[in-house]
């Protein structure tokens, strides 16, 4: 079964640094992108950043170009979002997702996590 579960969320000072982790299984890592979206809220969800499957080839949201990063490491299955310089309007619940469907990327989203909740305090 296809299986994706975030975790490293928490509660960090606003330009403090936290990393999310995503461990993917039951399906081939190189065949698919991973993306991460969040919902702050009363917002409605937004994508963050995605990472190819096959060039490793990666896309950053306006809002968080040059702050976050994001890696995957395919021995250990894990995909991850690397957030540095975090701000307050980075509160928001973080999800993991097979495939990318925002940006330049045209990959149905098929399978979630539940999602990891990050708190920035000003």
């Known amino acids: 079964e296809v299986q994706l579960v975030e975790s490293g969320g928490g509660l960090v000072q606003a330009g403090g640094s936290l990393t999310l982790s995503c461990a993917h299984s039951?399906?081939?890592?190189?065949?698919?992108?991973i993306g991460w979206l969040r919902q702050a809220p009363g917002k409605e969800r937004e994508g963050v950043s995605c990472?190819?499957?096959?060039?490793?080839?990666?896309y950053y949201a306006d809002s968080v170009r040059g702050r976050f990063t994001i890696s995957r490491d395919n021995a250990k299955n894990t995909v991850y979002l690397r957030m540095n310089s975090l701000k307050p309007e980075d509160t928001a619940v973080y999800y993991c997702a097979r495939g990318c469907d925002f940006g330049p990327y045209y990959y149905g989203l098929d399978y979630w996590g539940k999602g990891t909740l990050v708190t920035v305090s000003s």
């Open positions: 039951g399906f081939t890592f190189d065949d698919y992108a």
């Open positions: 990472i190819s499957g096959s060039d490793g080839s990666t």
